[in-house]
């Protein structure tokens, strides 16, 4: 049927749904296996919300259908691109995906420890940053001992590596 009779309150409304977290075109989207769950336990989560949206007015079902369909379509997405990286299949004395870290800030002494892990499970305030972030960046390929420098907008900030190790959080 054509556009011209249909009445304007009738135009279906267009969801304004929060781009998943971003990952550069050409970049594998690696996950660890706890990753990989937590992309299907959301996946869950929104088909359950989808079998019952909750409200009885049918224009609101109708919006949350379709708000709840655009965010599956996202996530369907990065799913199917998911690769799972097997974290006993890394080399154990180098940093790559998956690996938790130590790191010594020089100066301060404090001692943090992070786990490179993929753009949708990255979570600073549980120690896991994305393999794609600048620091992660500086890390990769590097061992025990080594140390690096991260250059950000105002300071410069050096760190030691002190341990390297690989298990699912």
């Given at each position: 049927?054509?556009?011209?009779?249909?009445?304007?309150?009738?135009?279906?409304?267009?969801?304004?749904?929060?781009?998943?977290?971003?990952?550069?075109?050409?970049?594998?989207?690696?996950v660890?296996?706890?990753?990989?769950?937590?992309?299907?336990a959301?996946?869950?989560l929104?088909?359950?919300?989808?079998?019952?949206?909750?409200?009885?007015?049918?224009?609101?079902?109708?919006?949350?259908?379709?708000?709840?369909?655009?965010?599956?379509?996202?996530?369907?997405?990065r799913?199917a691109?998911a690769?799972?990286v097997?974290?006993?299949?890394?080399?154990?004395?180098?940093?790559?995906?998956?690996?938790?870290?130590?790191?010594?800030?020089?100066?301060?002494?404090?001692?943090?420890?992070?786990?490179?892990?993929?753009?949708?499970?990255?979570?600073?305030?549980?120690?896991?940053?994305?393999?794609?972030s600048?620091?992660?960046?500086?890390?990769?390929?590097?061992?025990?001992?080594?140390?690096?420098?991260?250059?950000?907008?105002?300071?410069?900030?050096?760190?030691?590596?002190?341990?390297?190790?690989?298990?699912?959080?």
């Amino acid at each position: 049927m054509s556009r011209g009779f249909v009445k304007e309150d009738d135009q279906e409304e267009i969801p304004l749904v929060t781009q998943r977290a971003h990952l550069p075109e050409g970049v594998p989207n690696f996950v660890t296996r706890a990753g990989m769950d937590q992309l299907l336990a959301e996946k869950q989560l929104l088909d359950n919300e989808k079998d019952n949206p909750g409200s009885t007015n049918e224009n609101d079902k109708r919006i949350a259908l379709n708000y709840i369909n655009a965010k599956l379509n996202l996530l369907n997405n990065r799913i199917a691109e998911a690769r799972v990286v097997n974290l006993n299949e890394q080399p154990q004395n180098e940093i790559r995906f998956g690996a938790s870290v130590t790191l010594k800030t020089e100066g301060s002494g404090t001692i943090q420890t992070f786990q490179l892990v993929g753009v949708d499970e990255a979570d600073i305030s549980k120690g896991k940053i994305s393999f794609i972030s600048p620091l992660a960046r500086l890390l990769i390929n590097k061992k025990t001992g080594d140390k690096v420098l991260l250059k950000q907008a105002m300071k410069e900030t050096g760190f030691e590596i002190m341990d390297i190790t690989y298990r699912e959080v």
